[in-house]
Nanobody
Framework: QVQLVESGGGFVQPGESLKLSCKVS????????IHWHRQTPGKARDFVAS???????NYAASVRGRFTISRDSAKNTVYLQMNSLKPEDSAVYYC?????????WGQGTQVTVSS
């Protein structure tokens, strides 16, 4: 069973940074891509960023230029560096691994940005 474990969330002030980690239980190159999504109460889970097996990266417009997705294949871990955080970035952040038509999700990590 594939497992993904997010970590690194927390409470920060506007303008500060956080780095999230997504540890995958198997080789990340087994998957088509690893994604980060986020969700606030009562809203849909929104796409944030992704990196595919070939290294192609995509960002949501709302985070482009502030967030950076990266990976360490030796650690089977994907990261999300979040800079210049805003209150509207507050959410539960989830990572997702997908292969063919199947998605695997982590349990999420809470990020709160507030003064």
């Amino acid at each position: 069973q594939v497992q993904l474990v997010e970590s690194g969330g927390g409470f920060v002030q506007p303008g500060e940074s956080l780095k999230l980690s997504c540890k995958v239980s198997e080789n990340i190159f087994n998957f088509n891509a690893i994604h980060w999504h986020r969700q606030t109460p009562g809203k849909a889970r929104d796409f944030v960023a992704s990196i595919n097996v070939g290294g192609r990266i995509n960002y949501a417009a709302s985070v482009r230029g502030r967030f950076t997705i990266s990976r360490d294949s030796a650690k089977n871990t994907v990261y999300l560096q979040m800079n210049s955080l805003k209150p509207e970035d507050s959410a539960v952040y989830y990572c997702k691994a997908n292969i063919l038509s199947r998605d695997y999700w982590g349990q999420g990590t809470q990020v709160t940005v507030s003064s």
